[in-house]
């Protein structure tokens, strides 16, 4: 423990490690709350049973001595182990704002991720000065659990101005391959998976898509020999002198293949998935027999297909190409260019997956590398199932598995962990550098064979600091002696060997059987909450003494906004115990009676997959009441206002209300009307934020309103939403209002009935829209979609709805689905401040 001398330092960290128990948390925040100390930051993991914290405290000087007797004394009732650390506060700042020139890279593999792998990876990083920032190694991401494959993933702190194509060019993609793994590279946009505004491009002439080289099979079924044709350099030329052996062959060979054709195992999964995230999906190939990519793209569902054409004269074919592509070479860079500007794709989000990169030039590749987003590497030699993308393109074994029970598929059996005596280590360090994880398992290396690596989790800590857990497996070593080594090595590097333990923590026993590890997922949810302008550390106590009390395990606490903690989420497993709907209500009365949005989820695949978004308009999108805006301005605010507010309040025939209402403004001039209404909408705090966002992440929006056409159509153009539905009004020869409406009148079962009628058009399941309002009228639409979200609304809207948001930000339903301000601040989202008013 170290503090300054002059005594005026208020920035305390307070990290905590040991055997993870229910109410941990609960026993250090009630300190902190009691101290009434603000906090900065708050962060934790468990890994294999092992837990490790970190809270960032504002504390008064005169009682931090007071403190940490009082943290000291909780964390020996938990059997835990404390270590405090006075940093600079700019530091502290630096390191939780600091978040550019992140990248992330996923290796997947069917064997075991051995030591020798990571060592590698981290070696060739600090060669570029690249710091591990993270590394996740979750347990549905072992191949003993999902029986597929193991998956690792980093996110790594690069210098400025590196290109990603520095690290993966014949760097990381050149050592991943040496150990029979695959691997993706992108930079960290804060999103664990691509978004819906993506496009994903595939090849077809190395196999990725179908199980033969298409050419080839087409020379066979023709009885010429695909080895006849003379060698060359690239892959377009090898295709050119295959085609020149098809000369005079009849062309209905190709229907013939087409007839036999298999898929690649996983592929329809994989392109399945991708569609319903919403992405586009592409063959870009230049292989040239655009009839078999035809077939390939409607079997597959996809988008776009781009392809040389061999050329037919009388159905037989000439050996030449066909068409403009025959006299210019066939660059991909351009069409990628091509087919995401025409679909508003940002070049970052224009995925490619297959074995071109190991086909193209070193500058070729660096030119995709840079220029488009992650390039998935698919070897059919060594990878025999496609579905392995899905892993690298941010998907877990969960995931994975419910997509395989989504297409009835069977899923592989639970395997066992392999034999060996458990031994788990954690290290600390006070500032995050190059080099740390390779100096941690140099120790290891001489060891060979007599060590396997099991589980790895690295956090980077608010400090500044990091902090690391192993899970390794010894064959024949003692774990006394793996230990000497590892603090012996540790203490040379200046790295603290924080505990070790060869029996695992009790919490971990069971986990390593697969079966146990899934069925975790499967009551595994995340509890998200919201507190605007900083959650206080009472209130955090309060919501740890619930879990306490229902043996609620948190596994990961991370924050969702960028500065004081006002929002976070919680990650965390139930107890067969615990009813869902007991629990929910327990929350949502905790919610009331502390004054901050609580949402409690599933941690699942549905989560990720939603696609559409529909608002009610007045009073949330706008913070108006229309109706009573035109009342206003016709001289009959109080008439109307009263019937208004009885129909939200539900007491109130809708009809009745709606007619009531109109027949007041009768013989007013519609469009003088509309005009000084529209002049001054007040849009509610957050929603051009949360508009601009969810349309950068392909979201289809609409609005659905039991107000008036003309100022729907107005809100539609400001926030750039997609749809608009609302009541109109029957106009006179004079342009006078006649007090009654015209047209299907948008009632509470037309607007459940609007929802499923956009969800039909854009191609996505009820499960997979968000609706948001907050009337009675509304109730119908909210309880329709798989997320319904009740935003400050009535008493009786926030009882029958299962989500609830009550701070007046509507940016706040981001924090729902997932999406952090860091992932806002990538997409390049800019804050519109206060309630926007359209001028």
Known sequence: MSKPANGVQNVMVCRGWGADEPGIAEAFMQVVADNQCQILDIAQFVMEGTLMFTFVLDVPDEISMGLMKELTKSAKQCNLQLDFYFPDAGQVRASIAGNENVAVLSIVSRAEISLQLLEGVDTLLSEHNCVVREVEHRSDNKKEVNGEVNKIEFRINCPAGLKLSELCVDGLQRLVSQFRAEMSLRWWSAMNRPNGKSLVVFGLSSQELVTCDILDEVLKEVGRDPKAAAPSDTKEKQNEAKAALLKGAGAQAVDKVIDRLQFTPGVRLLCSALKRLGCRLAILTSLGIKKVAEHVKRELDMDYVMTRDLEVVDNKFTGNYTGEMTEV???KTDLLTLIADREGIDYRNVILIGEEMTKMSARQAREVVDSFGP??????ATCKDMSVALYLLGFNGSDVRALRKR??????????????KRFQVQVSA???ETGQLRRVLAPLRKLGDEVHFSTMSLCSLQDGGMAMGLDLRLQKQEPDSVMKELLFACQQQGLQVLSSSSQPPESAKGASNGASSLAGFKRRYVITIVQQPCLTAANLAKIFGLFRKSNINIWRI????????????????????????????QLVDASKAMGIDIAFQKDDL???????VVFDMDSTLIQQEVIDELAKYAG????????????????????????ARVGLLKGHNAEELFKRVKANLVFTPGAKKLCDTLRRLGFKMAVISGGFLPVAREVQRYLGLDYAFANSLEVDENGNLTGSTSGPVVTPQRKRALLATIADVEGCELQQTIAVGDGANDIPMLQAAGLGIAFCAKPKVQDMSEFRINNKDLSTVLFLIGVSEHAVAHLGIEDEGQAAKIA
Not at 563 to 578: M, R
């Open 329 to 331: 070479r066939f660059r």
């Open 375 to 380: 390039s998935v590497y698919f070897a059919p």
């Open 407 to 420: 297409r009835r598929e069977e899923v592989s059996d639970v395997l066992v962990a392999p034999p060996g």
């Open 430 to 432: 006070k500032r995050r």
């Open 558 to 585: 991370e924050r969702l906004n960028l500065h004081a903690p006002a929002a976070l989420q919680f990650t965390v497993t139930l107890p067969d115990s615990v009813e869902l709907e007991a629990m929910s209500k």
């Open 606 to 612: 549905e989560r990720w997959m939603r696609r559409m």
């Open 636 to 659: 009959v605010e109080q008439e109307v206002k009263t019937i208004t507010e009885a129909a939200m309040r539900g007491e109130m025939n809708f009809f009745e209300s709606l007619k």
